[in-house]
């Protein structure tokens, strides 16, 4: 690889969801690759803006420079002042978007097609711009990379263009391990090891956090709680009308905060029906968690044989599964020996390997 590689850094600029830590973790891997040789000259491009305190993932870089360009923020500064900073090169964007002015010299990852397929879950405005979008780059040429399998055949079918022209790179589990786990979390949130279900994921339409209402019933008579991490971004999503599930709310949470619960959980409930990927279920298998999860797509993909499923539309068996887990001897050690060797599978080293490979036909 001899050609000049510019990453879209916007999303230096954002508060962390799962696709500003995918981003981070990726730019990361791609600076670890240089070190030995199996990256390109490159650049990150970010606007001037200051990073917010809660970005995360990101560590010192070795060999990747950081140049902050032109004067706007936000979309006027990826479609207008980001394209011709990266001129003479191949751009990459990692988080769903990507300046329509860069043409076909430039890879734009895009997670998923929950805009057309899951469209409750966010605001109008967000929607048109992100459909508008995502089809013009495709006309335009940019290649597209994605995350999993289901995503692939999903965007494939919504932007109308061949699953071939879709590249799939799996993330990767072991950013999770990288900073110690907080001693003082389960304290300072009045739980104890083995007495909750984890749940990690915001409250909007297709986490689908409403089918946990009755599992906390059942949690209630062990003894036990239900514990939410996660927040929201409002100018993306639209909350769902979740009601009190006598839960825990432990809003965001840092990574050796996170890195705690998954590692005390009696499990991670995960009833997400409609995900790119799931990170979540990979890190919390990284950390020895027992995963139940809403069967198929991309989770069952990324899983595999490694977590126990229910119906995303039953809620019996979600107790159902939750019971059994909680009665049947062996099956959380069983999850959590077959979760640690799944997820020490999945790295982002890995994961930018395969993005250079695309990288070097752009």
Not at 11 to 35: C, K, Y
Not at 37 to 47: A, C, F, I, K, S
Not at 224 to 234: D, E, F, L, Q, R
Not at 303 to 312: E, H, K, P, Q
């Amino acid at each position: 690889m001899t050609a000049t590689v510019f990453l879209n850094g916007r999303f230096r600029s954002q508060s962390v969801t799962g696709v500003q830590r995918f981003s981070a973790e990726v730019v990361s891997a791609i600076d670890r690759l240089m070190l030995r040789g199996e990256w390109p000259e490159t650049t990150l491009l970010t606007p001037q803006l200051d990073e917010p305190a809660d970005r995360g993932g990101a560590t010192p870089y070795g060999l990747l420079q950081s140049r902050k360009v032109g004067h706007r923020s936000g979309h006027a500064w990826e479609q207008i002042e980001l394209p011709k900073a990266a001129r003479g090169g191949t751009l990459v964007s990692l988080g769903n978007t990507a300046p329509v002015l860069a043409g076909h010299r430039q890879v734009v990852v895009i997670h998923d097609a929950g805009i057309f397929d899951t469209p409750e879950s966010y605001s109008l405005r967000f929607r048109l711009w992100y459909k508008t979008l995502q089809h013009m780059l495709v006309k335009t040429g940019a290649k597209v990379v994605t995350v999993s399998a289901f995503s692939r055949d999903r965007i494939a079918s919504r932007l109308g263009i061949d699953p071939a022209r879709i590249a799939v790179m799996y993330e990767g589990a072991d950013h999770v391990l990288r900073v110690p786990a907080d001693p003082d979390t389960l304290n300072r949130h009045g739980l104890r090891p083995g007495g909750y279900a984890l749940v990690v994921g915001s409250r909007v339409a297709h986490k689908n956090l409403t089918a946990l209402r009755e599992v906390a019933a059942v949690l209630k008579t062990r003894g036990m709680v239900i514990a939410v991490a996660g927040g929201s971004n409002k100018d993306v999503f639209q909350n769902a009308e979740v009601n009190d599930l006598g839960e825990k709310r432990l809003g965001r949470t840092t990574d050796g905060e996170l890195r705690a619960l998954y590692e005390n959980a009696a499990c991670l409930l995960f009833p997400s029906r409609y995900e790119g990927f799931g990170l979540p279920p990979v890190e919390a298998m990284a950390c020895g968690c027992p995963v139940l999860a809403s069967g198929g797509g991309a989770v069952e993909e990324i899983c595999g044989d490694s977590a126990l499923y229910f119906t995303s539309d039953g809620r019996l068996s979600i107790i159902a599964a939750v019971e059994r887990l909680l009665d049947e001897e062996g099956l959380a050690a069983e999850l959590r020996t077959k979760g640690l060797a799944r997820a020490a599978s999945l790295s982002w080293d890995a994961s930018a390997r395969i993005l250079g490979d695309v990288v070097r036909s752009a």
